[in-house]
């Protein structure tokens, strides 16, 4: 199980790339794809998630695509999260409103495992740095099948 995740989160950061049509819309960092790491925190289940994510920037207006993988530990299970994130950009600013729809993989210690579709809803702060790197902090909150809170921190490079 450890190979087909890591072979799949290898896979899915180095799959193809698309670049933002109308760069005076968004920051920089959101006209083509990024690719990054996040981690952080999650309620209900109780637990620390690390996984990566590609940024596919703008690909229709103000939306943008970030599909992601997060692996979560804690709480006598672990969650495979497959995601795909659309995020509205609101114009001249850093803030952001989409919502998730994924695909966890929940292995509990003692019941076996479960697979179910989860629909989340998210707001993020993006902050370019000077390096040319972005910050992202997000929140997400689960609607369906999805952990209650996610907090994550990323980081494109």
């Given at each position: 199980?450890?190979?087909?995740?890591?072979?799949?989160?290898?896979?899915c950061?180095?799959?193809?790339?698309?670049?933002?049509?109308?760069?005076?819309?968004?920051?920089?960092?959101?006209?083509?794809?990024?690719?990054?790491?996040?981690?952080?925190?999650?309620?209900?289940?109780?637990?620390?998630h690390?996984?990566?994510?590609?940024?596919?920037?703008?690909?229709?207006?103000?939306?943008?695509?970030?599909?992601?993988?997060?692996?979560?530990?804690?709480n006598?299970?672990?969650?495979?999260?497959?995601?795909?994130?659309?995020?509205?950009?609101?114009?001249?600013?850093?803030?952001?409103?989409?919502?998730?729809?994924?695909?966890?993989?929940?292995?509990?210690?003692?019941?076996?495992?479960?697979?179910?579709?989860?629909?989340?809803?998210?707001?993020?702060?993006?902050?370019?740095?000077?390096?040319?790197?972005?910050?992202?902090?997000?929140?997400?909150?689960?609607?369906?099948?999805?952990?209650?809170?996610?907090?994550?921190?990323?980081?494109?490079?």
């Open positions: 199980m450890k190979r087909i995740i890591l072979l799949t989160l290898v896979l950061l180095a799959a193809g790339s698309a670049t933002a049509t109308d760069t005076d819309t968004a920051p920089a960092a959101a006209t083509a794809t990024q690719y990054g790491l996040r981690g952080g925190l999650t309620l209900d289940p109780d637990q620390f690390i996984g990566g994510h590609m940024d596919l920037g703008q690909i229709v207006g103000d939306m943008r695509l970030v599909p992601n993988i997060e692996v979560g530990f804690g006598d299970q672990t969650v495979v999260a497959f995601n795909g994130d659309l995020i509205y950009d609101f114009r001249e600013s850093p803030w952001s409103l989409g919502g998730e729809l994924g695909l966890n993989l929940v292995d509990h210690k003692d019941r076996g495992s479960d697979t179910d579709f989860g629909l989340s809803v998210l707001g993020n702060y993006r902050l370019g740095l000077s390096s040319g790197k972005t910050l992202v902090l997000e929140a997400k909150l689960g609607l369906i099948d999805s952990p209650d809170v996610k907090l994550t921190v990323g980081w494109n490079f």
